[in-house]
């Protein structure tokens, strides 16, 4: 009995102080906003995105997005490959929820993070998805 005590004891000795030297991840969300970047509002994000054109690169690629004023969300790939539309709406809770057609009725809500004039957009697991290089007023597609 006393051999169990001391076991678990040691136990939970060690476990509080190894904790520190635990590497928790963090998602790349935290990390920007660690940094000292800021989480768009609602009113911001409607003011970058509703009538313009964006332009924004995920991994090697680049895409045009349109956000039409009645939520109509159009998009294109540079070079082919990929067009779509869809919906969009923007939330009370400072995020832009999508859906396009080939999602098949799924709902994305995605979080718009500003950090040195860069404005990037992330998942809801914090993974960034797309990084903004260009925004021009009206349809461009």
């Known amino acids: 009995m006393i051999c169990k005590s001391?076991?678990?004891t040691a136990l939970a000795a060690l476990m509080v102080l190894a904790a520190p030297h635990f590497a928790f991840a963090e998602s790349a969300r935290q990390t920007a906003l660690n940094a000292g970047a800021t989480q768009l509002t609602s009113e911001e994000i409607e003011a970058l995105i509703?009538?313009?054109t964006v332009k924004a690169?995920?991994?090697g690629k680049v895409f045009h997005f349109h956000y039409s004023a009645d939520n109509v969300l159009s998009g294109k790939m540079d070079g082919?490959?990929?067009s779509g539309s869809g919906y969009y709406g923007i939330t009370d809770n400072d995020q832009v929820c999508l859906s396009m057609a080939k999602?098949?009725?799924r709902l994305r809500c995605l979080?718009?993070?500003k950090h040195q004039g860069e404005v990037k957009k992330y998942n809801v697991d914090g993974?960034?998805?797309f990084e903004f290089i260009g925004i021009q007023s009206g349809?461009?597609?």
């Open 50 to 52: 509703v009538g313009n």
């Open 111 to 113: 979080t718009l993070i």
């Open 127 to 129: 993974k960034m998805t």
């Open 80 to 82: 082919g490959g990929w």
């Open 103 to 105: 999602d098949k009725g």
């Open 6 to 8: 001391i076991s678990v």
């Open 57 to 59: 690169k995920s991994g």
């Open 139 to 141: 349809n461009r597609l």
